[in-house]
Each structure stands twice: as C-alpha cells, then as structure tokens.
C-alpha cells in the first residue's frame, strides 16, 4: 500500500512540475514566472541518472541561492553538501554552468549556493 501512495505522490509532484515548466515558457507568463522559478538539472554522482525539476531562487550576479523547503522531504540537496558538485541551472533562457554547495541553516532549513561558472549575460 505505500508503495503505491508513494508511486501516486510522485506523479503529482511531477505533473506539478510538468505545469511549472510549461508555464516557464509560456509568452504570457514565461517572464514572470521565469524571475523566481529556474530549472535545476543535475547528474546523480553514483548512477550518473540525469534529474531535473523546477525550483524557486534568487540571482545576486554570479550567485543563485536556492532556499530548500520542508527539506526533510526532499533528497536531491544532499547530493551538494559538503564540497558541492556540478549542476546547470536555466536562467535568461540558456542553460548555465555552476557549482552548488548546500548547507543546513536550521533544522528545517536549507541553502543551496551556487556559483556561476561561465558568464552568459
């Protein structure tokens, strides 16, 4: 039974994320949703799994910082504890190159830093 609940969540939280990305390219709401949603992709670091999914931020020029909410819940931060690792993020409609760090602000709370690698402003 909670393998099946757990199948049910999951493709909700997809179609959910499915809505959020279309949005992201609509050309009536594409640049609003656009100025506080990104895409996040990354490669898993043992399965080498592509993953992506849609994620609030804020950009200060080379730094995107990511708050994770409900962190507990979710496990692709982790991967970017420690010294980080690799993602791109897509920001001014190009994918951009960067190195994320995640960090445990509180108990409930999470910071994911990025650092631009390559400039494409």
């Known amino acids: 039974m909670r393998i099946q609940s757990s199948a049910m969540a999951r493709g909700v939280v997809d179609r959910f994320n499915g809505c959020v990305v279309a949005l992201q390219e609509s050309p009536r709401w594409g640049r609003i949703v656009r100025r506080r949603l990104t895409v996040l992709s990354y490669a898993g670091p043992r399965s080498g799994r592509a993953y992506s999914f849609p994620v609030g931020y804020r950009r200060t020029g080379d730094t995107v910082r990511i708050d994770v909410m409900i962190p507990e819940t979710k496990g692709w931060w982790r991967v970017f504890l420690g010294a980080g690792g690799p993602l791109t993020l897509r920001l001014d409609g190009a994918e951009v190159p960067g190195h994320a760090v995640a960090r445990r602000a509180s108990k409930d ?13």
Do not use: N, P
């Open 109 to 121: 709370r999470v910071i994911v830093t990025v650092t631009i690698t390559r400039d494409h402003s």
